[in-house]
């Protein structure tokens, strides 16, 4: 992924999502067909000194967002990216920062996507992400099916 591409992500994370600032998340890396995002836990601690569970769901929500937004502008497409429907399990309490890896769908699922968002201006698609704590231990897993249509 190219620089200027993570910029821009950055860019439209500063002015359109707020709460990436105030959650603390940082892009750590985007290897090909993968994003990963990092999330402080200070900010994001609850009661008992953990990860906050709703931390952790927009830090999953806005990776796979994420991956999504970073793939359209590559292709050169600027459609919109929206959340459908998300599943989240928090498998441990998270006593450190979290490290969220997007998933790119595989290759049958993109094409079906392109395809969707082709002929009929909106495609569907399905993106995995797991969150693994300081120690690589995975902590939590989330599915989200995301929706990207045409500006109106």
Same mark, same amino acid.
């Given at each position: 992924m190219s620089t200027n591409a993570l910029d821009a992500l950055r860019l439209v994370w500063q002015e359109e999502l707020p709460i990436t600032g105030a959650l603390g998340i940082a892009v750590v890396s985007a290897p090909p067909g993968a994003l990963v995002l990092q999330m402080p836990l200070a900010p994001n601690r609850n009661h008992k000194g953990t990860a906050f569970a709703g931390s952790l769901s927009a830090l999953t929500t806005l990776a796979g967002w994420s991956l999504l937004w970073l793939a359209l502008r590559e292709a050169g497409d600027h459609a919109h990216v929206v959340i459908q429907d998300s599943t989240m399990r928090y498998l441990r309490p998270v006593h450190s920062d979290a490290l969220a890896t997007a998933e790119a769908p595989d290759a049958a699922a993109?094409?079906?996507?392109?395809?969707?968002? *082709? =002929?009929?201006? =909106?495609? *569907?698609?399905?993106?995995?992400?797991?969150?693994?704590?300081?120690?690589?231990?995975?902590?939590?897993?989330f599915t989200g099916r995301y929706v990207v249509h045409r500006a109106v």
């Open positions: 993109m094409d079906h996507f392109w395809a969707g968002l *082709r =002929r009929h201006g =909106r495609g *569907r698609v399905t993106v995995e992400v797991v969150v693994r704590d300081a120690h690589g231990v995975e902590v939590a897993a």
